[in-house]
Nanobody, 123 residues
């Protein structure tokens, strides 16, 4: 049974930083591309970042490019999202997702999802 468990969310002031983690189990982690998505209240889920199986390729939404960094440690079955220079509009529930082989920005193409972790950025 595949499980993705996010951690690291919380409350931070604008301009601050947070680091999210997503621990995966029940899958061959190095065969999966990983993505981070977010959903704010009343809004649709949106792509944040994705990383290839090996970590050699990364992809970002324009809104977070230059501020967020996705990385992975295949030895620990974990993907990370380092978020710097946070803005109030980054407030959302952040979820990680797994998809075999190829990274994509489209959420419906991911097979497995975590429960999400709340990130709140105060102004």
């Amino acid at each position: 049974q595949v499980q993705l468990v996010e951690s690291g969310g919380g409350l931070v002031q604008a301009g601050g930083s947070l680091s999210l983690s997503c621990a995966a189990s029940g899958l061959t982690f190095n065969k999966y591309a990983m993505g981070w998505f977010r959903q704010a209240p009343g809004k649709e889920r949106e792509f944040v970042a994705a990383i290839s199986m090996t970590g050699g390729s990364t992809y970002y939404a324009d809104s977070v490019k230059g501020r967020f960094t996705i990385s992975r440690d295949n030895a620990k079955n974990t993907v990370y999202l380092q978020m710097d220079s946070l803005k109030p509009e980054d407030t959302a529930v952040y979820s990680c997702a797994a998809r075999m082989f190829t990274a994509t920005t489209r959420g419906h193409e991911y097979n497995h999802w975590g429960q999400g972790t709340q990130v709140t950025v105060s102004s």
